[in-house]
T-cell receptor
Framework: EDQVTQSPEALRLQEGESSSLNCSYT??????LFWYRQDPGKGPEFLFT???AGEEKEKERLKATLTKKESFLHITAPKPEDSATYLC????????????FGKGITLSVRP | ETGVTQSPTHLIKTRGQQVTLRCSSQ?????VSWYQQALGQGPQFIFQ???????GRGNFPPRFSGLQFPNYSSELNVNALELDDSALYLC????????????FGPGTRLTVT
């Protein structure tokens, strides 16, 4: 069964303290990997799509990277407003457009 | 550009009842997917609709059913509600053939008592 595993489950950072969130996935048949941000009680907000190993995308303080077996979401000098749950989802070959999600990483940034 | 909207925002139902949730897709999108998100978990795929036909289904029983209308809006119907159906139900729209990026609505919080 296709699986997506995110780590750590929760991360507490001081404002300005950079870190990385990890997403590992079943290797075969990757069509795309997606990062979302979700605030409590709201729907996920699309951040990035990555399609092939070596690809990188950036948006403000966030940078997503992809290797053949995992993806990282790097957060540089985070601010309290970056506090949220970050979800990773994978689209596999033959799965139509079904996204397989990880459980998410809850990030808290203290001022 | 209008985003994905869902109604109602919250809903409380009794075990055994039936419920209908509604979703309007983002303008320009022709595909709608439905997900169930339990507290503390990632969203789980229920099914997807494309051109008014079911285009893939996750591991959910037949009492979960759906429709897509010609304007690409969609409904999720759940019969014989169970306590475990309590969750946030998310609708996502996308354009088939363009990157598979799915854009989510705010969700409907369903509580079954």
């Amino acid at each position: 069964e296709d699986q997506v595993t995110q780590s750590p489950e929760a991360l507490r950072l001081q404002e300005g303290e950079s870190s990385s969130l990890n997403c590992s996935y079943t290797v075969s048949g990757l069509r795309g990997l997606f990062w979302y941000r979700q605030d409590p009680g709201k729907g996920p907000e699309f951040l990035f799509t990555l399609y092939s190993a070596g690809e990188e995308k950036e948006k403000e303080r966030l940078k997503a990277t992809l290797t053949k077996k995992e993806s990282f979401l790097h957060i540089t000098a985070p601010k309290p407003e970056d506090s949220a749950t970050y979800l990773c989802a994978v689209l596999y070959t033959g799965a139509n457009s079904k996204l397989t999600f990880g459980k998410g990483i809850t990030l808290s940034v203290r001022p | 550009e209008t985003g994905v909207t869902q109604s109602p925002t919250h809903l409380i139902k009794t075990r055994g009842q039936q419920v209908t949730l509604r979703c309007s897709s983002q303008s320009g999108h022709n595909t709608v997917s439905w997900y169930q998100q339990a507290l503390g978990q990632g969203p789980q795929f229920i099914f997807q609709y494309y051109r008014e036909e079911e285009n893939g289904r996750g591991n959910f029983p037949p009492r979960f059913s759906g429709l897509q209308f010609p304007n690409y809006s969609s409904e999720l119907n759940v019969n014989a509600l169970e306590l475990d159906d309590s969750a946030l139900y998310l609708c996502a729209s996308s354009y088939s053939g363009r990157g598979h990026e799915q854009y989510f609505g705010p969700g409907t919080r369903l509580t079954v008592t």
